[in-house]
């Protein structure tokens, strides 16, 4: 078992930034597919990026040049710039391990989440003046 614990939510005023933590535990992998997904009220969760263990990076469209997603070492950590209020969510990171999973396929697309085995409980952002 995986665990994942989100960390770094809080309110940002339009323009503000803000890094989203997730510190991962127990019996992790060298190979990884891990991901940040968000889902604000009223809406579907949506995939923000994505990140393997080559260093592949995705990220969604709506995000592109204001997000980061970097892993130095067993915390994925994702930095938010220029934030919007828009992007006021709760943000989810969630991973699968071994060398077949998210079907070999680790980027942001409507599917990503069906690929993930393992998720935290979420840390809430708020983009408000």
């Known amino acids: 078992q995986v665990q994942l614990a989100e960390s770094g939510g809080g309110s940002v005023q339009p323009g503000g930034s803000l890094m989203l933590s997730c510190a991962a535990s127990?019996?992790?992998?060298?190979?990884?597919?891990m991901g940040w997904f968000r889902q604000a009220p009223g809406k579907e969760r949506e995939p923000v990026a994505a990140?393997?263990?080559?260093?592949r990076i995705s990220y969604a469209d709506s995000v592109k040049g204001r997000f980061s997603t970097t892993i130095p070492q067993t915390t994925l950590h994702l930095q938010m710039y220029s934030l919007k209020p828009e992007d006021t969510a709760t943000y989810y990171c969630?991973?699968?391990?071994?060398?077949?999973?998210?079907?070999?396929?680790?980027?942001?697309?409507?599917?990503?989440?069906?690929?993930?085995?393992?998720w935290g409980k979420g840390t809430l952002v708020t983009v408000s003046s």
């Open positions: 969630a991973a699968c391990y071994g060398i077949t999973c998210a079907g070999g396929y680790c980027a942001v697309s409507a599917s990503l989440h069906r690929g993930m085995d393992y």
């Open positions: 127990g019996r992790t992998q060298r190979n990884y597919c």
């Open positions: 990140i393997d263990s080559d260093g």
